[in-house]
């Protein structure tokens, strides 16, 4: 609906304290969220990367730095590795994946929230508009 | 006179004999029938009901009644015989010699109903006109009480343990072919003469050992067949309601047993599709009329007597056959204590009626 | 002096220390209370504009903001309150009637509140719920003094009685009626599914039936108001009961009202009339101007969906409502609803939702008396409505003679709502009472489907076991069963007309 505490609780999961008042305050700079609500008129979507089976951004990435979770399937950026030569958004046919312009020059994506066992997100959309399906 | 005001609180006691064939026997049975059982009373109420003990006066209405004094007496015998043609009045004969703490003046009256009386009422029938007459002098004249009201039968009842009730009216020198008895341990009402079982109106009476939850709506029900309530007690509700779904509605027992104690609805949903219907037709038309709440009841009128159970069977209820004669108790050993050696004992399930029927009489 | 600000309702409590300035408070208000200052940072709120839906204060991810009520207020004074005075204000500065939403908030005695159950011990065991069969199915429609059974000579019995239509309910609550219009189309949707889902009914307001909800058909009780609107042959014929509404709770003797606001091209298309006019039924319906009118209406909607369904009515509860109801049932009338006077409403006006009518526990007490002692009340089924908040006010409702409760304010708090009676903007912040598809798409209907549900569910459970500690096992057993009813500091003539005991009383 547009309210986007999809954007706000990915950035709290993705800071150093995880601690939502902690993170707006004090942490400089904010992480960026991995969601991005796209809005035209009255209709709202929440976007982020699809864990595509035969994702591009995996066969695009020149240091091998996007590499697939053996246990959840998911696809992850090793941010050591990434150089930030932003293939991987240029061939994401959702346009899933950010830069990241604080300090090192690094992609951006959604990593399905680590050891959460529902990323979080899905958690807390007041109006469950997000759904987490494995398929 | 209740001395154990202890918490064993056992609940009332209930007995019916028949003797389908319509052989008479004397009251003596009954009283020792229902003395085995007098732990489950206390004292504050016990009354029988007698079948047959009329024979002179077979075809003539033969009212019971109960009068707190000679005022009430006068003013309930000018209704009486304005209505009726008095045949013969006479006090109800007793033990004199019985110590009795009180009791009201005990009458007896034999009657023929007079027919241009009914007349004035549209569309009555006869029976219509004496349960009218019934239920207005038992509401609007104070202090008397109709107890029985048919022909050929009689209930006699009061406050006492009901082997000595049985014993101030001389039971044992009557012959019935249908006895019913009960002994009462009240909690809802006093104890008052006229609240004993059993309750009659016509030739029914009822015994019932139990407390019907439904009462206010089996009330209502009632009333919007032009029946009136009026004695505080739930039992009327069934006297009434057999009354209503039997003589006037022309239902049989077992589908009054399957009114009043109806199936659950799960239950319904397993039967086939005809009796499906039925059973749930029954249940939305006859709503008001399911007793809920736990009961064991002894209904008899002239050709029958049936006990029943509540549908989760919470009163206990057992029946036995000797050759012609059915016996219904609420324990087994009352029925032993007469008929050691019955054919066939068996206990009723909730809401399985046990009906016993009179024999086609020669003559 | 001209203008005269009217003093504010509410106050936005802030908590600095917690805002985050996320902004989610400023996108998701309706009313534009909250705004963004991108110079320092912070989110400002306006507290005139704030009608006090609390929509802000659930979506708050730090639980930062709260709502308290005004602190402007008056001189202390019994007879002209705060709310009185600001009335005047508006009405000087408008001219107009002021209209309100949701039912009447005013102090009238609320006789539930004074009624106490009963429990059965010792004489008579309790039944357990959990342990035992406990039945609330519940048949809505005309019963038969009597059944006609026909025995064939092996004594096998079969049924000559033709029961008129009857509607079964697994549990004797209903939805009542709401229509698409004051209500958004994701709120119909979830309360229709519900219905189907709880094995109940729901009803279609005055607001038509939309073509995607005719797949619920069988569970939905299409109503006829004065309006006509959206009334057609398909219509009739999809619902599995007609009721003709002659009047609701929240505004006896007037027609209902749809502001323009709301009727959007969907609406227009459902009811029948151009978008953004004003939907305003007339108060009577225009044929119907006595008691014989309507019984020939009754047979004419019976005729023409051939007696399969029951046909019924819906009236408001006023002063003389045990004669109406009577009236109605010689009309030949399947179901009376009685709505009473805190019914809800999407726009009435405020005068009138406050001082017109009756409570509906006098109502329906008396309506039942009435039909019984006339000896006609198996002829009609009751359904009593306006106000009904929790479980016990629905075992109260059938223990003094309803078959049967319709439910509408608590469903849409279950859905969301807090009653901040500001129906008639459109500007719903919960997506309920709004079409605006901004705000519609707040509701989602499996969510607003599965908190009905849980609703009803917690309930019927809670009705069950009042049943059990009763004695009783079949909801049948309780109708109109005032002997296990007792009222409280209630004077002998409320006693007398709600036919209940006194609490002592044996």
Redesign the interface.
């Known amino acids: ?5 999809c954007e ?2 990915c950035i709290t999961q993705h800071s150093k304290t995880k601690n ?2 902690k ?3 004090g942490e400089y700079p904010k992480p960026l969220p991995r969601i991005n609500v796209e809005e035209k ?2 209709v ?1 979507f929440a976007l982020q990367c699809r864990h595509c089976e035969d994702a591009p951004c995996l066969e695009t990435c020149i240091t091998g730095a996007m590499y697939r979770d053996d246990k959840t399937g998911a696809v992850l950026c090793n941010e050591n590795k990434c150089v930030g030569c932003w293939m991987c958004i240029m061939v994401c046919p959702f346009g899933a994946i950010s830069r990241n312009m604080e300090g090192k020059k690094v992609a951006s994506k959604c990593d399905l929230c680590g050891e959460e066992e529902i990323p979080v997100c899905v958690k ?1 959309c ?4 997000i759904v987490f399906k494995e398929e | 006179m209740n001395r154990f005001k202890g918490k064993d ?1 056992s609940g009332c006691a209930t007995t019916g004999i028949m003797d389908q064939t319509g052989k008479r026997f004397s009251g003596k049975d009954i009283i020792n029938s229902i003395a085995t059982m007098h732990e489950r009373s206390n004292g504050l109420g016990g009354g029988f009901a007698a079948y047959g003990i009329y024979p002179e006066y077979a075809n003539d209405w033969c009212f019971h009644l109960m009068y707190d004094d000679e005022t009430c007496k006068e003013k309930t015998e000018e209704y009486l015989r304005d209505n009726f043609k008095m045949l013969k009045s006479e006090k109800i004969p007793i033990r004199e010699e019985m110590q009795v703490e009180y009791k009201p003046l005990l009458w007896r009256y034999f009657m023929q109903s007079k027919r241009e009386k009914i007349k004035l009422h549209y569309n009555f029938t006869e029976e219509d006109f004496i349960v009218k007459l019934v239920m207005d002098i038992n509401s609007q004249v104070n202090g008397a009480f109709i107890v029985s009201s048919g022909k050929n039968m009689g209930v006699f009842k009061g406050v006492g343990y009901p082997e000595d009730i049985g014993r101030l009216f001389r039971l044992e020198e009557y012959s019935a072919y249908t006895w019913t008895a009960h002994g009462r341990f009240p ?3 006093g104890g008052w003469w006229g609240g004993a079982h059993p309750f009659g109106i016509l030739d029914w009476t009822v015994t019932h050992n ?2 019907i ?5 089996n ?3 009632l ?4 029946y009136i309530c009026s004695f505080y007690t739930d039992t009327e509700v069934i006297v009434y309601l057999f009354d209503l779904l039997i003589r ?2 022309g ?2 027992y077992n ?1 009054v047993a399957k009114i009043l104690a ?1 199936p ?3 239950e319904i949903e397993r039967e086939s599709s ?1 009796e499906k ?2 059973l749930k ?8 009329a ?5 009961f064991s009841v002894i209904v008899a009128n002239s050709e029958t007597m049936m006990g029943l159970n509540d ?2 069977k ?1 009163r206990p209820l057992v029946a036995s056959i000797q050759g012609n004669k059915l016996y219904i108790a609420s324990e087994e050993a009352a029925i032993w204590e007469i008929c050691p050696h019955p054919d066939k004992t068996w206990r009723p399930k909730a809401g399985e009626p046990v009906i016993g029927r009179l024999m086609e009489k020669n003559g | 002096m001209a203008k005269r600000p009217i003093p504010t309702e509410f106050i936005i409590d802030r908590d600095e ?2 805002c ?5 408070c400023v ?2 208000c309706s009313n534009e209370v909250h705004s963004y200052d991108p110079e320092t940072n912070e989110v400002l709120s306006d507290s005139l504009k704030c009608i006090g839906c609390h929509f802000c204060e ?2 708050c ?2 639980h930062a903001i709260t709502i308290k009520r005004s602190q402007s207020e008056f001189k202390m004074n019994a007879n002209w309150s705060a709310g009185v005075i600001t009335n005047i204000v508006k009405q000087a500065e408008t001219g107009g009637v002021l209209l309100t939403g949701m039912g009447s908030d005013k102090k009238y005695p609320i006789y539930w509140d004074h009624i106490l159950l009963n429990a ?1 011990q ?4 309790s ?1 357990d719920p959990l342990r ?2 406990m ?1 609330l ?1 519940t ?1 809505i429609g005309q ?5 006609q ?1 026909k ?1 064939n000579k092996q004594g096998k ?3 000559e ?1 033709r ?1 008129s239509p ?1 509607l079964q309910l697994e549990v004797p609550i209903l939805f009542s009626a709401m229509s698409y219009g004051s209500i958004s189309f994701n709120a119909s949707k979830s309360i229709a599914n519900a219905a189907v889902q709880l094995g109940t009914y729901c009803n279609t307001g005055e607001g038509g039936l939309h073509k995607d909800f005719y797949q619920y058909g069988s569970n939905t009780i299409v109503q006829i108001a004065s309006g006509r609107f959206g009334v057609n042959r398909e219509y009739l014929e999809a619902g599995a009961a007609i009721e003709i509404k002659i009047g609701q709770g929240a505004k006896p003797g007037i027609g209902g009202h749809l502001p323009g606001e709301k009727v959007t091209a969907e609406i227009g298309r459902t009811r029948m009339i151009p978008s953004g006019t004003d939907a305003l039924s007339p108060a009577p319906h225009h044929d119907i101007y006595s008691i014989e009118d309507l019984k020939q209406l009754i047979f004419a909607l019976k005729e023409s969906i051939r007696y399969k369904k029951p046909v019924g009515v819906k009236i408001a509860a006023v002063h003389n409502v045990a004669a109406i109801a009577s009236g109605i049932v010689k009309a030949g009338a399947d179901f009376i609803s009685i709505d009473g006077l805190r019914g809800g409403t999407g726009a009435a006006p405020t005068v009138i939702r406050d001082n017109v009518g009756i409570p509906i526990e006098l109502a329906i007490a008396s309506v ?1 008396q009435h039909l ?2 006339e ?4 002829q009609v089924s009751l359904i009593a409505a306006g106000g009904i908040r929790c479980s016990s006010d629905v075992i109260k409702a059938i ?1 003094l ?1 309803a078959d049967a409760v319709y439910i509408a304010t608590s469903a849409l708090v279950a859905m969301g709502c807090n009653l901040c009676q500001r129906c008639f903007t459109g500007k719903c912040n919960w ?1 309920i009472a709004t079409q ?3 705000l519609t ?4 209907p ?2 607003g489907q599965r908190r009905l549900v849980n609703l009803i569910n917690a309930w019927s459970m809670e009705i069950k076991e009042m049943l059990g500690g ?5 909801i ?9 009813l007792r009222g409280i500091a209630l004077s002998d003539t409320d006693l007398k007309i709600l036919g209940i005991k006194a609490v002592g009383e ?1």
């Not at chain 2, 009333?223 to 032009?226: A, E, F």
């Not at chain 3, 019963?143 to 059944?147: H, L, S, T």
Request: hydrophobic residues 35%; aromatic residues 8%; proline residues 5%.
């Open positions: 609906m547009g309210c986007r505490l706000i609780h939502i008042i993170t707006y305050k008129g009255y709202n807390h007041p109006n469950e508009a | 609180i909690t809802n009402t139990g407390e939850s439904s009462y206010g709506i009330k209502e029900f009333l919007n067949y032009g006037k509605h239902l049989s589908i109806a659950f609805w799960e005809e219907e039925i037709t029954l249940r939305i038309i006859y709503a008001g399911l007793l809920n709440g736990p549908r989760i919470l | 220390n917690k985050i300035s996320c902004q989610a996108r998701m659930s979506i991810p730090t059965s010792v004489t008579n065991p039944i035992e069969p039945e199915r048949y019963k038969p003094d009597r059944i059974l025995s019995l079969s049924l009685s029961l009857q039942d019984r002692v000896g006609i009340r198996n223990a003679g997506g605006n598809p901004y798409k707040r509701l989602n499996e969510i009763m004695g009783i096992n079949a049948e057993s309780l109708r109109g069963n005032r002997e296990h044996m």
